[in-house]
């Protein structure tokens, strides 16, 4: 596999609130069931999803192919294996994949299908995608009642747990059961559904019992296999319920080996296997928020900017062949297998958490490159399927699953990339609203009487058009991201007036007034090209504009039927590439906007010059869709 994770919502007080997708703003739709307050004092709080309303781009497009395919889906067949299980008549038909029923890994997608039913419900407010959810929970619930193991539920037997205690290989059960557990919770938070939690609350109370009398050295067996993020949800649970046994579940999967040295500083990532570590870092997380306890606080922070300092990609993923290597290597390492999605998943979960204790914008500038060259560029514009791997090895191509007998990990995270694009453009503190991202919305912040809406093309164009639409709040701060790359400057203008930036780049605008219904503001940032070198070869690298990637279009030369679309998100290595494929240019040294130029007329295209034996049309990598491309050049 191996990864995996997911959430956001709708149900935390606004004291438990941090930042995930999941739980990271749960600012309160049923405060009365929460019981706890959070030990820290967030600087930026994040909105829920029902309160950012996304408008025409193609981050809603996206999020409409991912509705309707979750709507296709065929309840029965998500459902096959866990009534299978649980000894209940059936006449459905198992999914392909990684769900089919010889595979220990079953049931880790009817988790996503949950969380992402959750989100879109929440993004869109319809009800199809409730009604959707409910008959899973009261499914669910029926197979729990009829297992009748103490709120054990799973689609494979209890035995599968009992294997990885003993150190028995089996294929991840913690991590599966962790996507059900969330699924199940993102459902209460995001609509409220009691039923869920009281599921939800079974398998944790059983999880406790099964593990509370295990010793350390048990425990450390068991933990060498993937177990998702078994912390986060626990810590989760423990937000809403008080239960100190939530709590204590979340500190038995504290996995000493991997964590101990973060705690220490040290980065020892190499060879482990990537995903299996992100979400152990989102829980302790999570646990800093509800504890207050600074060494999970510098887990986070320390493993964060390691990860992006010596193991990122220019697009903002990590990874290859699912594992970290040794730091500061990223040229020894542009093959076909690199830069999970799932990472990039958890990766930006955790940074929505970082974002809200600080407000630092290094987390919102990081948050914008994963978004744009990872996530935005997973699905297939014309089927809505994703990817496993975003291949760098020049001459390569985005590989898709298939609709019925693919579920990989990245599958599920799918799910939830594409129903949550509105969770991180805007975030709040008590005097006013951060704009992070350049993203077509309305923000409705009814507790305060305050409503925007973004109108933008970004990043086909540089400027962005804010409209203050209603503000009951008399003087409020708007904190607009300058970003990193901005370097040549910004333009402010308010209701055409120019606002003078004394701002540097890597910082936010601040415009604090009491702002009228009808003011307007306008933001351009403009767009240069820029190298993006990797970290131990100055002359290995991709070229961006602005904030995007653009990788080169290579054709579709030689490229046939199973691919793009396959059962084995690793069939892409079976095809050669052809001789066509151009991956150096002579460029070195030669500044990139000498020997890179824009299309007349067409937004985000560009050409290079006399610096290889043809012209190579540079696109973004999120528009590469079914053609061969290059990433990274070599410059000679």
């Not at 309160?28 to 994040?46: F, T």
């Not at 649980?86 to 459905?92: F, H, P, R, Y």
């Not at 560009?606 to 610096?611: C, I, L, N």
Request: glycine residues 6%; charged residues 20%.
């Amino acid at each position: 596999m191996k990864s995996l994770v997911n959430k956001t919502a709708v149900v935390v007080i606004a004291a438990v609130c941090s930042a995930h997708v999941a739980f990271a703003q749960y600012i309160g739709q049923y405060p009365s069931e929460q019981k706890l307050a959070a030990k820290i004092v967030n600087k930026a709080n994040s909105f829920n999803l029902q309160d950012v309303k996304l408008l025409d781009s193609r981050f809603k497009e996206n999020m409409q192919r991912d509705g309707k395919w979750l709507l296709a889906l065929d309840t029965r067949r998500l459902l096959h294996s866990w009534r299978i299980n649980a000894g209940i008549s059936t006449n459905a038909k198992a999914f392909g994949g990684w769900e089919a029923l010889d595979v220990e890994l079953r049931g880790h997608t009817l988790g996503h299908v949950m969380s992402a039913l959750a989100m879109m419900y929440a993004s869109t407010g319809e009800a199809a995608y409730k009604n959707k959810a409910d008959s899973i929970v009261r499914a669910l619930a029926e197979c729990q009642e009829v297992l009748n193991q103490n709120g054990y539920l799973s689609a494979f037997p209890q035995n599968f747990i009992d294997r990885v205690i003993a150190g028995k290989n089996v294929w991840a059960p913690w991590y599966t059961l962790h996507k059900v557990m969330a699924g199940l919770t993102d459902l209460y938070l995001y609509a409220g559904d009691k039923k869920a939690l009281d599921v939800v609350e079974k398998m944790s109370n059983w999880a406790y019992h099964k593990l509370q009398g295990l010793t350390p050295e048990q425990l450390a067996t068991m933990e060498r296999t993937e177990f998702g993020g078994m912390i986060e949800v626990a810590y989760n649970l423990y937000a809403i319920t008080g239960n100190e046994q939530d709590k204590r579940l979340a500190e038995l999967f504290y996995h000493h080996s991997v964590l101990d040295p973060l705690a220490n500083r040290e980065d020892k990532l190499a060879r482990l296997h990537a995903n299996t570590q992100i979400p152990k870092i989102i829980g302790e997380a999570r646990g800093y928020e509800l504890t207050g306890d600074e060494k999970q606080k510098t887990i986070a922070d320390f493993f964060w900017q390691t990860v992006i300092d010596h193991h990122t990609y220019a697009t903002g993923g990590n990874s290859d062949n699912e594992h970290f290597f040794e730091p500061d290597q990223l040229s020894k390492h542009i093959t076909p297998i690199t830069t999970e999605s799932c990472n990039t998943y958890n990766m930006l979960k955790l940074t929505r958490h970082l974002f809200t204790w600080t407000a630092d914008v290094k987390y919102a500038d990081y948050y914008e490159q994963a978004l744009y060259n990872h996530i935005l560029g997973t699905q297939d514009p014309e089927t809505g399927m994703v990817t496993y791997f975003m291949s760098f090895k020049p001459g390569l191509f985005k590989v898709y699953n298939t609709p019925d007998n693919s579920f990989w990990c990245c599958v599920g995270t799918g799910f939830e990339n594409h129903a949550k694009y509105a969770e991180s453009i805007y975030y709040h503190n008590d005097k006013g609203v951060y704009v992070n991202l350049f993203i077509p919305s309305v923000l409705s912040w009814k507790e305060k009487g305050f409503k925007l809406t973004q109108t933008t093309k970004y990043p086909d164009e540089a400027t962005t058009h804010l409209t203050i639409d209603q503000n009951n709040m008399g003087n409020t701060a708007l904190y607009i991201r300058y970003p990193s790359w901005a370097t040549n400057g910004a333009v402010i203008k308010v209701n055409g007036k120019s606002v003078k930036v004394t701002q540097k780049p890597g910082s936010y605008i601040t415009i604090d007034r009491n702002w009228k219904a009808g003011d307007k503001i306008d933001i351009t940032y403009p767009m240069a090209l820029r190298l993006v070198k990797t970290n131990d070869d100055a002359y290995k690298a991709a070229i961006a504009y602005g904030p995007i990637v653009l990788a080169g279009d290579m054709g579709t030369e030689g490229i046939t039927k199973p691919a793009p679309f396959a059962k084995d998100q690793q069939d892409l290595k079976n095809y050669p590439i052809p001789a066509s494929v151009i991956s150096t240019l002579n460029a070195k040294d030669k500044p990139v906007s000498t020997w890179v130029k824009q299309v007349a007329g067409e937004p985000l295209t560009f050409e290079t010059k006399g610096v290889a034996s043809r012209d190579i049309k540079l696109l973004p990598y999120y528009a590469i869709d079914r053609q061969r491309y290059v990433l990274y050049w070599d410059l000679k």
